[in-house]
Nanobody
Framework: QVQLVESGGRLVQAGGSLRLSCAAS????????MGWFRQAPGKEREFVAG???????YYVDSVKGRFTISRDNAKNTLYLQMNSLKPEDTAVYYC???????????????????WGQGTQVTVSS
């Protein structure tokens, strides 16, 4: 399995921007479908954005136009650029990976086999 380490989370004011990174190691990064999930206190983990192993991005409706997912296979790194942040974006953000997913756009946490430890994003109003 691939090992994942997220970074970049911090406190930011509403309307601000952050870029999260997820460094991967252990297997061939380019063959993995990658995803970002988030979990707020008292809520279930929810899908935010994904990018297939052929680099096709997809998003949950609430972040479309504000967040951009990308990957750099040469650096084995996944990114999430988050703009126009809102207080409701506050959560722990997790990076996830699944090798050669049969589903071209998986969004269920159960579809991903590897997870990072998470990074906290807090958006103040």
């Amino acid at each position: 399995q691939v090992q994942l380490v997220e970074s970049g989370g911090r406190l930011v004011q509403a309307g601000g921007s952050l870029r999260l990174s997820c460094a991967a190691s252990g297997r061939t990064f380019s063959s993995y479908t990658m995803g970002w999930f988030r979990q707020a206190p008292g809520k279930e983990r929810e899908f935010v954005a994904g990018i297939s192993w052929i680099a096709l991005p997809y998003y949950v409706d609430s972040v479309k136009g504000r967040f951009t997912i990308s990957r750099d296979n040469a650096k084995n790194t996944l990114y999430l650029q988050m703009n126009s942040l809102k207080p409701e974006d506050t959560a722990v953000y997790y990076c996830a990976a699944q090798e050669r997913s049969r589903d071209p756009a998986p969004v269920n946490p159960a579809d991903f086999g590897s997870w990072g430890q998470g990074t906290q994003v807090t958006v103040s109003s």
